[in-house]
């Protein structure tokens, strides 16, 4: 028996926090439609070494989809501020020494040297943090944690899709079984405006009526759907299939467009009313299931 595979949206939303020896760190997570992963990474300076082993975690787990990830990380007492500011009082002194001496030998007047010293380097130093292995490792794994939830929310939100999609191609294949009931009444339609134009301009009876039948089946055979019906129902067939043992937002979509393919040939060779109006009302359902499948994994 085959695996069954949940169907999964691409938007979503994760969230996961906890604490370790006084490390605080609260993880979220936001997908939205993309055609491939993109991800966001937002990891603060004193973590950028991570971003490589979550990065490769992400891919592992999402597959598609922009994706973008937040951290909030709290210090507790045992952890320097990292907002602390540090200043070079020292260094900035030396500076502004030089840059007055250097007025005074150039006879030209600094009228604020504050605002040149602070943008030199090492003047001005925020205090940088260093975490052990076994912060690094909790960080990672609440990374994981959130894109568990998120996979969750994913899956909730294609369980209410695939239900949709499922709907909409019933609806599909009950508007095909209106097509195949009108099948007789357009053929014997097309015969009848035949035979009524031709008696409008030939007065007498056909002279070769076996000829003229041989002629009307070729001429009927050319505006045959038994083909596009065919197809059609076997892309129907295929595509929910996949719903069930493989939902992929990308194989989805080609079946859609396969399906439509042979929607516009039986739209053209109906020639008929009520078909065409049902052939309408597939496409107008096609359309939706399109729109459908762009959101999924």
């Keep these: 028996m085959a ?24 993880c979220e997570m936001r997908s939205l439609n993309g055609r491939y992963l993109d991800t966001d990474l937002r990891l603060p300076r004193f973590l950028m070494e991570l971003d490589p082993e979550i990065r490769r975690l992400l891919t592992d787990k999402l597959e598609r989809g922009s994706v973008t990830v ?15 500011i540090k200043m070079n009082e020292a260094l900035a002194k030396a ?65 209410n899709t695939g239900n949709k999609l499922k709907d909409a191609a019933e609806f599909i294949r009950h508007q095909l079984q209106v097509v195949e009931g009108e099948e007789e009444s357009r053929r014997q339609g097309l015969r ?10 030939i007065k007498d009876s056909i002279p070769d009526q076996s000829r003229f039948e041989q002629e009307l089946l070729i001429y009927l055979e050319k505006w045959d759907i038994a083909e596009e019906k065919q197809r059609l129902t076997q892309h129907l067939d295929y595509f929910e299939e996949c719903l069930k043992k493989e939902p992929l937002g990308r194989k989805l ?14 739209g053209v060779k109906s020639n008929h009313y009520p078909m065409q109006q049902a052939v309408v009302l597939m496409k107008e359902k096609l359309e939706q299931i399109k729109e459908q499948v762009l959101n999924l994994v």
């Design 253 to 266: 979509n080609f079946i859609s467009q396969e399906m439509g393919r042979e929607m516009n040939t039986m």
């Design 70 to 84: 937040i951290y909030n990380i709290e210090f507790g007492p045992e952890f320097n501020d990292p907002s602390e």
């Design 3 to 26: 695996q069954h595979i949940d169907i999964q949206s691409m938007t979503g939303f994760g969230r996961a926090e906890g604490s370790l020896d006084g490390l605080k760190v609260t």
């Design 192 to 201: 009848d405006r035949i035979y009524a134009n031709l008696q409008e301009h």
């Design 95 to 159: 500076y502004l020494d030089k840059f007055r001496s250097l007025s005074q030998v150039l006879g030209i007047e600094f009228h604020d040297p504050l605002r040149e010293i602070i943008r030199i380097p090492d003047v001005i130093n925020s205090s940088e943090k260093s975490l052990s292995d076994a912060h690094k490792k909790f960080v990672v794994s609440l990374t994981s944690a959130a894109a568990d939830k998120l996979i969750e929310f994913r899956k909730q939100e294609g369980s």
